[in-house]
T-cell receptor
Framework: NAGVMQNPRHLVRRRGQEARLRCSPM?????VYWYRQLPEEGLKFMVY????????ESGMPKERFSAEFPKEGPSILRIQQVVRGDSAAYFC????????????FGPGTRLTVL | AQTVTQSQPEMSVQEAETVTLSCTYD???????LFWYKQPPSRQMILVIR??????QNATENRFSVNFQKAAKSFSLKISDSQLGDTAMYFC????????????FGKGTKLTVNP
């Protein structure tokens, strides 16, 4: 059973470009969470999604950031007009419908903004 | 809002010895979960152990065990017979039961196991 998949693992963007980060949850998991980890920090919650629904986006910056989890395909975290402060590791986690209290993490995407 | 505090930024232990990592949290909720995650140099987040707040019995997973003191809002992790592969960042995390299931993390403790 494959784990949570994230791609790309490393992404380099110049200031002002767009970054798209993808997350495929574990098979059978219908809940997806995105977290951001700044250098020397713990992970900070960004958004919680179920298929076609955003459940909690209280950790998302109000501008430039958006997330989706379509009926088909991976979850996407999109960052428009990236700035240097967006450089971080972005982790996706998933949990199954019947047990949402345990989240399984992907390997993360390291975003570097030049 | 819930907060999680890990007061030890770094710790070290000799191989085969025992080490305890501290974690305290602040919440007004009565029903919640607590977790320890391990992040080795590969940066993969690995679940080490979880505890339901309503359970008085401390969780154990092989060499890993917790000391959960609900009244004191303390949740320490004990690693017995430390191995070189235990070298990693360790994060304590809190999740409210019945909420949006988001995890609230501490800043982490960097553990080094010395040969």
């Amino acid at each position: 059973n494959a784990g949570v998949m994230q791609n790309p693992r490393h992404l380099v963007r110049r200031r002002g470009q767009e970054a798209r980060l993808r997350c495929s949850p574990m098979k059978g998991h219908s809940h997806v969470y995105w977290y951001r980890q700044l250098p020397e920090e713990g992970l900070k919650f960004m958004v919680y999604l179920q298929k076609e629904n955003i459940i909690d986006e209280s950790g998302m910056p109000k501008e430039r950031f958006s997330a989706e989890f379509p009926k088909e395909g991976p979850s996407i975290l999109r960052i428009q007009q990236v700035v240097r402060g967006d450089s971080a590791a972005y982790f996706c986690a998933s949990s199954p419908l019947v047990r949402t209290d345990t989240q399984y993490f992907g390997p993360g995407t390291r975003l570097t903004v030049l | 809002a819930q907060t999680v505090t890990q007061s030890q930024p770094e710790m070290s232990v000799q191989e085969a010895e025992t080490v305890t990592l501290s974690c305290t949290y602040d919440t007004s909720e009565n029903n919640y979960y607590l977790f320890w995650y391990k992040q080795p140099p590969s940066r993969q987040m690995i679940l080490v152990i979880r505890q339901e707040a309503y359970k008085q019995q401390n969780a154990t997973e092989n060499r890993f065990s917790v000391n959960f003191q609900k009244a004191a809002k303390s949740f320490s992790l004990k690693i017995s017979d430390s191995q070189l592969g235990d070298t990693a960042m360790y994060f304590c995390a809190f999740m409210m039961q019945g909420g949006s299931e988001k995890l609230v993390f501490g800043k982490g403790t960097k553990l080094t196991v010395n040969p």
